[in-house]
């Protein structure tokens, strides 16, 4: 499994593969634990019920596609299109389409935005919740706004 990450405790980038079994996964930046929540059932790599980053127990999946990459395509196939007779807009359509047809899942969490590529475990998560969304992000921030005593 591919995982993209901010360290919870230094909010440093983390972009690693995950191989299991599972070894503990340090922060390059902190030296700190990057999963302080690791779950027996994504240890055992049977569920990723809870995001082993912040511990928040929803995560969504959707399509992994690049939506600015699609756009470019679509405008690089149209200003070439006077050149080509018309045959770059086949090309970035069936290009596009070809792309979008083989676009993998991605899951993450709806708190830390932590993202994981390239599983089973990524297949078995709900689709995308607006309701948790909201959830999660007045959950934030009410954290943001609570001041430090
Ligand atoms: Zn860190
Ligand atoms: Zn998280």
């Known amino acids: ?14 972009t690693t593969e995950l191989k299991w079994p599972l070894s503990d996964l340090f922060c390059a ?10 779950t027996d059932s994504l240890k055992n790599q049977k569920k990723l019920e809870q995001c082993p980053a912040c511990g928040a127990s929803h995560l969504y999946r ?13 405008v690089l ?9 018309g045959i770059s807009l086949l090309a970035v359509t069936l290009l596009d389409f070809f792309l979008f047809r083989r676009v993998q899942e991605v899951g993450i969490c709806y708190s830390c935005e932590a993202q994981f590529r390239n599983s089973p475990l990524v297949e078995a998560l709900e689709p995308f919740d607006l309701e948790l969304f909201d959830y999660y992000k007045n959950l934030k921030e009410r954290t943001l706004n609570t001041p430090d005593s």
């Open 62 to 74: 959707r399509k992994d596609f690049n939506q600015r990459l699609g756009i470019f395509l679509i």
């Open 29 to 38: 930046s902190c030296n700190q634990l990057v999963f302080p929540h690791l």
């Open 77 to 85: 196939g149209i200003s070439l299109a006077y050149f080509t007779y």
């Open 1 to 14: 499994m591919n995982i993209q990450v901010s360290c919870p405790h230094c909010q440093h980038t983390v």
